[in-house]
């Protein structure tokens, strides 16, 4: 019997008990600096959702050519989907207490989307949309993976439905290439 309460005595010592019920409520949820690094992954995923939601809408209104009508209601399609996306990211970085950029100028700084300076013909319309559908895809996989690294589950979610979203248009895109 000595030699059980040396031991339990030792090992309480040496390795006290874990309140795993604390553990698991801890796991549930990001610490607040935790929450500043996701929210800068999802403000860089933010930021290109953003602006390749401009691109696209403007190449909705610009698009031509005899492919006209099919692309015309795509890029329909994706712009509202893009905005959507842009609105559920910024509310999620809301949701981790940190502000979410709310100016062109916030967005530009942050996208790795570049700004079109001249509309290419159709044809060159897809094949930017799906280069930054691609590179958007991207950083938001990155994001996600970080996301999972750090247990944040409900950005994780997010940037999942996003890369499934992405993986979408470009399907679409490429298909349209081939």
Request: aromatic share 8%; charged share 25%; with cysteine.
């Amino acid at each position: 019997m000595r030699l059980f309460l040396f031991y339990t005595a030792y090992v309480n010592r040496v390795a006290p008990p874990q309140n795993k019920k604390k553990d698991r409520i801890m796991a549930k949820s990001p610490a607040k600096n935790t929450n500043a690094q996701v929210a800068k992954h999802l403000s860089w995923a933010l930021a290109d959702t953003y602006v390749l939601m401009i691109k696209t809408h403007g190449y909705h209104w610009n698009v031509t050519g005899p492919e006209f009508r099919e692309l015309h209601l795509l890029f329909e399609e994706q712009y509202n989907e893009l905005f959507t996306a842009a609105d559920e990211i910024a509310e999620r970085i809301r949701g981790l207490n940190v502000e979410a950029p709310a100016s062109m100028d916030a967005m530009l700084q942050h996208t790795q989307v570049k700004e079109t300076t001249s509309i290419p013909n159709a044809q060159g319309m897809i094949k930017e949309l799906l280069k930054y559908n691609e590179s958007t895809r991207q950083r938001i996989s990155e994001a996600c993976d970080f996301a999972g690294e750090v247990g944040d589950k409900g950005s994780e979610d997010l940037l999942i439905a996003r890369l499934r979203a992405h993986d979408k248009a470009i399907w679409m895109l490429r298909s349209l290439t081939e």
